[in-house]
Every structure is written in structure tokens, then in C-alpha cells.
């Protein structure tokens, strides 16, 4: 993998893949770690409501903080992946990660869970297996 990437131009925005090439979410942030002397090294990409609130203003990372937690759907608000979990980087951002398990599709549990498993034949085809 490339060592030296032109972050928002190619990372900024792009999708995220989790080891089973499933979509986990856009990249809506990224975190540097600046050390006094050192080169800023990339630590985490980030994606959530509130990293990509922050980009339209303070008011409405506020906002979307708020929303976040009033629904508590996820246990932190951000997700956050590791630099050293991206396993290749283009125009998708694959990342060694299994994302079923992790925060990333807690509002798909969430809505599966309150919304569409209400729903009558739902999962009928889960219960002929």
C-alpha cells in the first residue's frame, strides 16, 4: 500500500469496505496525531453524524451530537477505524475489520431490531432454513 496519499483528495468522502466487501459507511474525518518535531502521522479514519456536522459548522456537530445520543443507537457517536486496519486504498477504503460486528451497522440492528422486525413476514424467509 502507498505510504503517501494527498488526504482529502483521496480519502476525504470515499466509502468504506470491511473484510467481507460490505459497505460500512463514508469516510467523513480523518484524525492526525502531530507530534513536536515529527512528521503528522494519519491514527484513525472516522465517519458518523457528528464528523460530518462539523464540516457545516459547530452548530450543527452540536446538533448532531445531540441526536445521537437522545437515539443511542450507536455507544459512541463516531466510528472510528484504525490507520493500520486499511488494508488498500482507492476509490473504496478496504479495512480489516468485520463490520456485521462493529459499530458501523448499529443502525441497521437498531432498525432491524424496532422497525422492520415488527413487520409481519419480515424474516419469514430466515425461519425456512
Known amino acids: 500500500m502507498r505510504k503517501h496519499f494527498l488526504l482529502v483528495r483521496e480519502l476525504l468522502d470515499n466509502q468504506l469496505v470491511d473484510a467481507e466487501k460490505r459497505n460500512i ?5 480523518i484524525a492526525i496525531h502531530v507530534a513536536r518535531g515529527k512528521q503528522p502521522r494519519v491514527t484513525h479514519l472516522e465517519s458518523g453524524a457528528p464528523i460530518l456536522a462539523r464540516r457545516l459548522g459547530r452548530r450543527w456537530e ?12 450507536r455507544k459512541n457517536p463516531v466510528f472510528r477505524v484504525p490507520w493500520a ?3 488498500k486504498a482507492g476509490i ?11 459499530d458501523a451497522w448499529a443502525w441497521e440492528h437498531w432498525l432491524d431490531d424496532h422497525l422492520i ?13
Open 25 to 29: 459507511g463514508r469516510i467523513d474525518g
Open 62 to 73: 452540536r446538533f448532531a451530537a445531540f441526536m445521537t445520543r437522545h437515539f443511542g443507537v
Open 85 to 87: 486496519k486499511v488494508t
Open 92 to 102: 473504496d477504503v478496504h479495512v480489516d475489520i468485520d463490520g456485521v460486528k462493529s
Open 117 to 129: 422486525g415488527r413487520l409481519p413476514f419480515a424474516h419469514e424467509h430466515n425461519e425456512e432454513e
